[in-house]
């Protein structure tokens, strides 16, 4: 599935509410975080998140893999997904992760900045998605049934090109 430029224009907006404290995120509910700069902000924090996904760069700039992230106790899984896209192997991954047990980490070999469209479409009513807005803070997507409708339909109209 490839992202249109009306669809580009349109996750330029957040999904959730823009927070520049962790403070603000809930702590009770389960949490995904996307993203290497969310996911390290949130482990620092002392979050626990059920699944973080990260691909070692920030905005186009390679960084590594963060100490915090790689010393998360967790299950390491790799995933392919090229820029500008959302691999269906993505969706597949994240639902295996978040039915199983225990905390997940997942590497992106490409780029992750989409599969937060994914983590929110796998993700169980209730539990909180966590990705960076760049220049702004942490945007907190509380999973309920409006956000996956919203973001279905983003998918479906990523996989018809329209």
């Given at each position: 599935m490839e992202l249109t430029p009306r669809l580009r224009e349109?996750?330029?907006?957040?999904?959730?509410?823009?927070?520049?404290?962790?403070?603000?995120?809930?702590?009770?509910?389960?949490l995904i975080c996307v993203g290497d700069t969310a996911s390290d902000t949130m482990l620092s924090a002392g979050y626990k998140p059920k699944l973080l996904v990260y691909d070692g760069r920030t905005g186009r700039h390679e960084i590594g893999v963060s100490e915090t992230i790689s010393s998360y106790d967790a299950v390491e899984r790799t995933v392919a997904n090229p820029p500008g896209k959302l691999e269906e192997g993505v969706f597949e991954l994240f639902r295996e992760v978040l039915d199983g047990g225990g905390p997940g980490r997942v590497y992106v070999e490409g780029e992750e900045d989409l599969t937060a469209l994914a983590a929110i479409r796998e993700a169980a009513v209730g539990s909180v998605v966590v990705y960076g807005q760049p220049?702004?803070?942490?945007?907190?997507?509380?999973?309920?049934?409006?956000?996956?409708?919203?973001?279905n339909k983003i998918i479906e109209d990523m996989e018809d090109g329209s």
């Open positions: 349109e996750l330029k907006k957040p999904l959730g509410d823009v927070v520049t404290e962790t403070s603000k995120i809930p702590v009770d509910a389960p220049g702004e803070g942490l945007v907190v997507v509380d999973v309920n049934e409006k956000t996956k409708n919203r973001v």
